[in-house]
Each structure stands twice: as C-alpha cells, then as structure tokens.
C-alpha cells in the first residue's frame, strides 16, 4: 500500500483549507485559528471565493491558483460541493485531504461518498473521512482540526471512529496528564481504514503505542493481516459489544458491529490487546507507550501497605497474572529493608515505616533480580514520608538499575502530593497511578502484549487442495439439486473428506436397504428420516434409537415414514438415514459463521446445555492455527470437564484440537459456499480414544 497520501495528510509541509472563513465560530475559521494558535511551520492557504484574507492569510478564491505545491487539504466546504473541491484538489497534485464534512454514509447518502472516493483515486488522493473532526499532531504542532488544542504531548496515538470522543479525550490528557503523540479521527472509513493507518504508524517515530476506538471494521481479515505484523504494541477498545450498543454504533457511523465475542477473537488472532472502557484505554495506553513487556509471569509487590497490597493481589488474579511468593534469596534481601513485622513474601511490605531508601533499595534489588519479570511499587501517602521524594527514589533505582527490559508501574494513594508525584513520574517516562489496581492492570496490558506476540508467530492452517475439490462437487450436486443446504449424509461426507471423523452413516431407500445398511454399521443403530422439507426431525416422529435387531429395524423403517408423512404430507422424502449409534462420549459442538467484518469465524463449546443455556463458546476466525485451537479448548469455562471431573478420565484433548484445525480448514477452504455449519454433538471419549462427529449441518450461501 502506497503511504504517500497518509504521509502528506498526516506529516504536510503545505496544507491548504477549502471552505476557510472570516467568520468566528465557523469551522472554516476554527480551524485557520488552530493551525496557527498550535504554532504549525508549514504553509497554509486559506481558500475561499469571497475574502481577500483571513486571520491575517491571503486568501485565494480556488486552490488551482495557489503558486506553491500543497499537500493536504482540510475540507470544511459542505457534502453537496465536495465532489467539485476534490476534483479542483486532484488536479492541483494535493495527495492527501481531511474530510470534515459530514453527510455522506452516516445518513445515507454513500453516492455522494463513493463520487468523492472515485475522484480521490483518479488524482492518486487518499482521503480521511468524511464526518471528522480532523487530525492532530504534537510533533508537526498540526491542528487541522476543529477541537480546541493539540492534547498533552505523549508517545501513545489515537484513531479514532467517533470525532466527539476525540475531541473530549484531547481535553482530558491534560486533567489527567495523559498525553497523545497524534489524534486522528477516522470518521465514515470512505478510503484511509483503521488497517491504512496501522501501517503508516510503524514508520511513525513519534509514536510508540497505538490506541484504537472502534465502533465497526469493513475489512476485518485486513485489518489482522496488517496488526499482526505491527512492530508496536496497538490497544483497542470496540463499542457496540451490548445488542443494543451494536445497533447504536450501527446508526452512528453507518458502519459494522458484529459480534462481541468475534472481534475479541480477532483482536487476539491480530495480536491486538483489548481495553474495557475510555479510562482502561487511557491508562493501558498510557502504560505500553512507555515500558516494555513483561516477558514471564513472575512479579514483585513492594508496598507501605499492607491494604494496597491486599488489593494488588487481588487485582492481579482478577486481571491474569496471579502472584507467586518470592524466592528466599529475593525475601532474604527485602528483610534488610523493614522491620520486623514487615513481610518480604510478595506483596513485600515494608510496612507505613518505609521511607526513601528503603524504597530505592528494594526496587533497585527487584528490577535487578533474576527471578522478578516486573515490579509494582504501591505507596500510601504518610506523614513520615513525601511523596515527590518516594517518587524520586524509585526513579533513581529504575536509572541506576540500568534494567530496561522489565517494566515497572506505580500506585500512589494519597492527596494532592501523591497526585502531583504521579504526574512527575510519568513525565519521567513511569506509568504512575492512583489505584493499586489500576497499576496491576497496566502491568496486566504488559503481561498480555508479551503473550500475544509469542502467539503470533504460529501459522494458520493451510488449504487442502484434493479434500476441497472433492467437497465442492458434493456442494454442486446439492445446488445442482436446488438445494441450500446439505443432507446430513453430505455434510458428514464433506466433514470426512476434511479427516474428521463422523458416526458411519447410509441412506436407505426401501425397507429392505435399510435391514441391509443395519447389518453392515451393525448394532445397535438410529434411524432419521431425509428431507429437506422436515428440518425437525424428532418434532415429526422421525428419529428412532437404539435399534437392536432385525425386526425392530423393519419397525422403525415404517413407522418413521407413516410419521413424516402424517406431519407432512407433501414433504419431499430421500429416504431413511441408517446410523451407527456411537457409544456415549462428552460432547462438544463446533460451530461456523460467515461474520459480517471478520468473514469465516469457527465456534468450539462443550454441547448440550453449556451452549444452550451458559453460551460457553469461543470464537477464532479462520485459519485457526494449532496454538489458537489449544486456546480455545482451554479458554472455555467448562475446560476443567474436559480434562475429567469426578475420577472421570480425561478426554481425548488432542483429538480436539485436531479437529477444531481441521474444520477451520474446511470453513477457510469453502468459505465462498458455506454460509454457516456445525457440528453438534461431536462425541469425545477418553484420552487416546479419538472423538466422533455425530450430527453435523452445512448450510449453503444463496447464490
Ligand atoms: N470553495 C471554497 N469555499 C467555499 C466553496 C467552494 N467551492 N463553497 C462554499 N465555500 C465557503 C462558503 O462560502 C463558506 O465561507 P464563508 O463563511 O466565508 O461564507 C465556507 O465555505 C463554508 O461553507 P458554508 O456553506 O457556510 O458551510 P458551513 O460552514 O455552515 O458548514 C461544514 C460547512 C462545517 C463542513 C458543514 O457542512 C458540516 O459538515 N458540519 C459538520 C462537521 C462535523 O461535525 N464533522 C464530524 C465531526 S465528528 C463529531 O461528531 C464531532
């Protein structure tokens, strides 16, 4: 993807602003005052058909007879002109414009967006937006924009997908001294994407950490691709996650919101660490921009408190990263460091006696330790001690450490002291907070960006080429047959064709293939009735079990058929499907969409009413690798059933994991025929036993 639109747009040396006014309050003239309120160097040229000037600028009437070379555009003109100025742009050579405007797709109007689009891509112009509020940017002091002020300096950078939360969050980096490298706000995605600017932020210097708010991405398959090469950390928080919440996203920007469940998957897949709410993305953002990440899974309290520490713990366990006590040589060390009654397990609390030195010691010893991957340090404001003096110590044993690879985040509980030391240690480049379980939770976002980077290095799985041919002349038999969905019997030849194993199963047509068919599977066997006509097959009486001989078999055969009959007279019949009655296994059921943003997406739970009543299921989109399969298997929280309760023995775990890569393979191969499909149940048995695809359903995309 060529960057040099985005470059232009993001980093100009001339921009020039279309729609530019002399009347205050406009956003014309909001953002004129910005560029130059901000202190931005470069050229800006006001246009505008009527003024001569504006604050002090010559104005010109259109920007084909501005003299120098522009790169960006700011677009403050409104939608029904825009075609026209984009076009008055692209053959002037700009290369990159920040659409302001709204009223394009957010209320229907994607014509007028496309028309835009399709001009931009003539002249080679990439376009940001519509319906933003701008882009702004420490480093280049660019404030094309119209929210008040570039937000307090930072390495850490937002996209954003909603302008007011831009806006309101560039006024909240200064009460809470959280700083932003660049804000940019995304808008309606008509051309530059949430993928586009990922890319352009590994060059980006300035920034060290990227933070995402999504409401919906188009092209989520995209969007993993380029994340998971990303060489910086990148946070996101996705609204829309309630029922409710996905149809207000919807409305707002026009855009996707799919499921909760999916995008969390993804955002795992990408290698994308997930914020809660506004206030986790500040501080987890805040956190990776700074420190580097917590390689293993061990870390050190040091507490004043006995209290925070208490709170720590608890966060920590809340948050993943359970604490360990430490070792005696790290608990001997501490000891020389509080009095008696203090404790040096972990928390190590050095109790309310603890001052400056104790404080430098310890953590210096920490950081330095073999054992420690990562220290929090929590402080409670007392009277015996200051808290800018603490928060000077733990930054001269951070420095004379000389450690930088193990990061270290800090809690400092107390008034208007501690707050003003929390405020220094981050300018000191040390993720520094109130709550002790806000530090664990930042120290949590590191533990996590380490894990998911170990996980990215796995490969999906590949396309098997031969299973793929034969399953699509199935698939164009059934459409040859006008049909959209697969029988049972077809589903489960495709499910074998990909390896997996499914209960031995044949179609009957008269009663004497069914005694036949029996006596091949052997006993005991399940008899369903075939019809593409009778979706509910129990509902019409047209499941027969536990079928021991001959003559219960002829029974059933007629019985069946009477039944489907008397439910439906004109249903369509294909026969009789005789089954082998697999032998009780726990079961589980795989799963299979075609998600709106992500595309093929595959499901795991444990059956029966762990997915009907708990929705115990996780998601991966595909191709599922083998270390994304195993995620799955363990992330669910029935995984404990798996690996056998009640002197139960445990179940054949890598058989499912086996399976799970290889249904993905077949969801991935297929996804331009399979709608959705599933296993269900998938019996497993004991270890070593292998597992048994006992019902299994594809569904065909309309064509
Ligand atoms: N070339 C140059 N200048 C032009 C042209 C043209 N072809 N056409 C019009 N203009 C001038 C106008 O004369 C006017 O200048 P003036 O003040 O000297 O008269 C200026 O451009 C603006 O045009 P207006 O018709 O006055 O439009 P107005 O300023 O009222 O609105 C705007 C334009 C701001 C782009 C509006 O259409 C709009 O989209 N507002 C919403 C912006 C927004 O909210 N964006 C999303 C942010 S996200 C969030 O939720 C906060």
Redesign the pocket.
Known sequence: MDKTGIEKMLRPKSVAV??A???PG???YTVIKNLLKDGYKGKIYP?????SEILGLKCYP?IGQVPGEIDSAVM????K?MA??VEECGRKGVKGALV????FSEIGRKDLEDEVVRIARHYGMRILGP???GTLSNSEKFNGSFAPCLPLPGKNSLVTQ???LL?AMDMATYSRRIGYEKMI?I?NMADVDFADLIEWFQDDEETSCVSLYIEGLRDGRRFIDVAKKSNKPIIALKSGVSAHGAAAAASHTGSLAGGAKVYSAAFKQAGVIQATDLDNLFYRGLTLSMQPPMKGDNFLIITNGGGNGVLATDAAERFGIPLKFAPDDVQAEMKKHMPEYGSAKNPVDMTGMAGNDWYYETVKFAIMNKWTDSVVVLYCETAITDPAEIAASIKRAVDDSGVKDKPITVSFVGGEKSDKAIGWMVENGIPAFFAPDTAVNAMAALREYAKLQENKKSDGAKTDEKAKKLALEVIAAARADGRTSLTEIEAKKVFELYGMPTTKIGLAKTEEEAVKLSKEIGYPIVMKIVSPDILHKSDAGGVKVNIKTEAEAREAYNTILKNAKAYKADANIHGIAVQEMAPWGTEVILGSVSDPSFGPTVMFGLGGIFVEVLKDVTFRVTPVSKAEAEEMVSEIRGAPILSGVRGEAPRDRKAIIETIIKYSSMIYDLMDEIAESDANPVLVYAQGEGLRVADARIILKKK
């Open positions: 279309i729609g006014s002399a009347t406009k956003i014309g246009i505008n058909q009527k003024e259109e403050c003109v409104p939608a002109v026209e100025v302001i405007t709204s009223g319906n933003i509020v909603s302008g007011a806006i706000s808008g």
